[in-house]
T-cell receptor
Framework: NAGVTQTPKFQVLKTGQSMTLQCAQD?????MYWYRQDPGMGLRLIYY???????DKGEVPNGYNVSRLNKREFSLRLESAAPSQTSVYFC???????????FGQGTRLTVV | EDKVVQSPLSLVVHEGDTVTLNCSYE??????LLWYKQEKKAPTFLFML????IEKKSGRLSSILDKKELFSILNITATQTGDSAVYLC???????????FGPGTRLSVLP
C-alpha cells in the first residue's frame, strides 16, 4: 500500500549543482503536485499536473522544472541549485483536482 | 492575492483540554476547505468542508465552515499527547489547480 513515494529522502547540494526529485503514485490519480514547505510559511505550490502530458506553474515556480513522465510519475528538477531552495519538498496527488490530497514523505534538501 | 491565515500559530495545552484552531481565508472562487494533520513528515487528511454550517466529525475532532464570514474552526476535545502536531488549513480556490495553505498551527499537548 505505497501511496505516494518520493526519492530521495535527504539531499545536500552545492550551489549550482542540479538534481531531480522523483515522485510516483500508485493510486491511479490524474492530478499531481509539487510543494515546498518552509518554516512559518505553510506549503507553497511549485508546479502541478492536472493530467498526463500537462503541467502548470504554481505560486513559486522560478528555478524549477517538472516532467509528468506518465500517469504515475511526476519529477521536479533543480537546474542550478541556490541556497534559497533549501526546503522540504512534498509531492502529492489527488483524484480529478478535487478533495483530499495524498502526500509523500518529503525530501529535505539543503543547498550550501 | 489568495490568502489563508491560521491562528494561533502555536498552542500548548495539557491532556484533557479542549482546543479550537482557527482558519480564515480570502480567496477567489472558493471551492472547498481542507484540514490536515502533520506530525513528523507527510500531512494526513482530516476533513474537507464545502458547505456552511455542516459539522464534520471524526472521534474527538470536529470542524465547521462559515462561508459568509470566510472562516473555519477545528475543535479537538479531550486532547491527548498523540494530538501534538501541526494542523494545516488549505483552501481550494481559483480557476486552476490551486490549493492555498495556511502557515499551520503547532499544537503541543503535555501529559
Amino acid at each position: 500500500n505505497a501511496g505516494v513515494t518520493q526519492t530521495p529522502k535527504f539531499q545536500v547540494l552545492k550551489t549550482g549543482q542540479s538534481m531531480t526529485l522523483q515522485c510516483a503514485q500508485d493510486m491511479n490519480h490524474n492530478s499531481m503536485y509539487w510543494y515546498r514547505q518552509d518554516p512559518g510559511m505553510g506549503l507553497r505550490l511549485i508546479y502541478y499536473s492536472a493530467s498526463e502530458g500537462t503541467t502548470d506553474k504554481g505560486e513559486v515556480p522560478n528555478g524549477y522544472n517538472v516532467s509528468r513522465l506518465n500517469k504515475r510519475e511526476f519529477s521536479l528538477r533543480l537546474e542550478s541549485a541556490a541556497p534559497s531552495q533549501t526546503s522540504v519538498y512534498f509531492c502529492a496527488s489527488n483524484r480529478d483536482r478535487a478533495g483530499e490530497a495524498f502526500f509523500g514523505q518529503g525530501t529535505r534538501l539543503t543547498v550550501v | 492575492e489568495d490568502k489563508v491565515v491560521q491562528s494561533p500559530l502555536s498552542l500548548v495545552v495539557h491532556e484533557g483540554d479542549t482546543v479550537t484552531l482557527n482558519c480564515s481565508y480570502e480567496v477567489t472562487n472558493f471551492r472547498s476547505l481542507l484540514w490536515y494533520k502533520q506530525e513528523k513528515k507527510a500531512p494526513t487528511f482530516l476533513f474537507m468542508l464545502t458547505s456552511s454550517g455542516i459539522e464534520k466529525k471524526s472521534g474527538r475532532l470536529s470542524s465547521i465552515l462559515d462561508k459568509k464570514e470566510l472562516f473555519s474552526i477545528l475543535n479537538i476535545t479531550a486532547t491527548q499527547t498523540g494530538d501534538s502536531a501541526v494542523y494545516l488549513c488549505a483552501v481550494e480556490a481559483g480557476y486552476g489547480q490551486n490549493f492555498v495553505f495556511g502557515p499551520g498551527t503547532r499544537l503541543s499537548v503535555l501529559p
